[in-house]
């Protein structure tokens, strides 16, 4: 229907008219009026605490401890269990997080600015490699972590930021594509940019030596630092392209740990749900499929905006990482993901396909006719709390979620 190309048309070019700049970073209270105590936002579409798998129940009761709403882990969940605690989706509140995605009042938000619609979107602090609250970690050397991102790299990134205006993200992640990032699993190269950048400015703008060395050593040996810039910029790319009538692009994709949820910028901000599926991917040793949680996080975000799993060919690398055949598989994940994108990004290119732009923007229409599920790279969490990572994949979104927002859709273009 023309009336669908032209609303896709629209929905496609704010995606790609987006000026997403890292500018600041600051208190999640202060980023989200909405924020009160007792209210934890999470990863995925909406969940209530009786049907949370095991890492997103630990992250919840180690995030209580942490904002001294709970004694211990077991006062945790026990209040968490008597509705003490409010939850609602990151998405809700303009914000994206990793695999669990908590997200609370003290803790500091990276903030990206789409400077051509003006909307923010948020994501907290990577928390680096190992046992992490992201992937359901929630012991004192967890939580004495997230003390440090709030007192001291927190408040350092942010008047780094303030300083130098901001860092425009688009042109730093088309040389991290071509320096072999896809962005979800691989973020090496933007990691390394960023600092670069970074530097110089936290050097200038932290007066105390040891916190400049923490910082920099924090930032330096963090491969994934750049992973939660990315999804805010992912966000705040897609914010501007929601409630467009007559289009069937999708807005925003991510899973708890239970259900994976896409919304549709022509339904609105209407969830289309299915069980979350399990990832397909290698271990770390000691750990096996056994004790896989199956997939979470809002990082999906990424491959919303053709990045991740869509930009493949730029990063064959992660094709043998994460278990997804040989390196020369990896055009191949991007050229699939193609059969379903309305358009490419002639700004994100990928110099192994003769620098052709990454498939953008996801067609629910495309996804049920040919019946090619997004591909998102993703880690791999214990399916209990309190472990950790325990490897790293990919998976393929449910085709559940995409038939039922296809038969809402129908019904808003008036076809029953």
């Not at 605690?85 to 600015?113: C, I, K």
């Not at 939660?228 to 910029?233: D, E, F, H, S």
């Amino acid at each position: 229907m023309k009336k669908i190309d032209v609303a896709n048309a629209e929905t496609l070019k704010r995606m790609l008219s987006g000026d997403p700049v890292l500018v600041d970073c600051i208190p999640a209270g202060e980023a989200i009026p909405a924020l009160e105590k007792g209210l934890i936002l999470h990863s995925g579409p909406p969940i209530g605490w009786d049907r949370m798998c095991g890492p997103m129940r630990g992250a919840v009761t180690g995030i209580a401890v942490f904002e001294g709403w709970a004694s211990d882990l077991g006062d945790a969940e026990k209040k968490a269990a008597g509705g003490q605690f409010r939850f609602e989706p990151n998405h809700h509140h303009g914000a994206v997080g990793p695999m669990t995605g908590m997200t609370t009042l003290s803790q500091p938000l990276l903030v990206v600015e789409n400077r051509t619609f003006g909307n923010r979107a948020y994501c907290a602090i990577n928390e680096g490699l190992g046992k992490v609250m992201r992937f359901g970690g929630n012991d004192a050397e967890v939580l004495g972590r997230l003390a440090w991102l709030r007192d001291e790299l927190g408040p350092a990134l942010g008047r780094a930021l303030r300083d130098m205006g901001g860092i425009p993200l688009k042109v730093l992640i088309s040389r991290g594509l071509s320096m072999g990032d896809e962005m979800h699993q691989r973020n090496i190269a933007c990691s390394s940019l960023l600092l670069r950048l970074l530097a110089p400015v936290l050097a200038r703008t932290t007066t105390d030596a040891k916190v400049l060395e923490r910082c920099l050593d924090f930032i330096g040996r963090n491969d994934q630092f750049f992973l939660n810039v990315g999804m805010a910029m992912g966000k705040s790319i897609t914010d501007p392209a929601r409630g467009i009538e007559g289009s069937s692009i999708v807005t925003a994709m991510c899973r708890n740990g239970t259900d994976f949820g896409i919304r549709v910028s022509g339904t609105g901000d209407q969830w289309f749900t299915a069980p979350v599926e399990m990832p397909v991917g290698l271990y770390f040793p000691g750990f096996s499929e056994k004790d896989a949680n199956p997939d979470m996080g809002d990082s999906a975000i990424v491959e919303t905006v053709g990045l991740g799993g869509f930009a493949m060919a730029a990063a064959p690398a992660v094709v043998g990482f994460v278990g997804a055949g040989p390196a020369s598989e990896a055009a191949n994940f991007t050229r699939l993901m193609g059969e379903i994108a309305v358009g490419i990004n002639p700004e994100w290119t990928i110099p192994s396909l003769d620098y052709a732009g990454v498939p953008t923007g996801i067609d629910i229409r495309r996804v049920v006719d040919t019946q090619i599920a997004p591909t998102i790279n993703t880690g791999i969490a214990h399916r209990q709390p309190g472990v950790g990572q325990v490897g790293a994949g990919v998976v393929k979104a449910p085709m559940g979620c995409f038939e039922a927002a296809l038969v809402a859709f129908a019904e808003t273009m008036g076809v029953r």
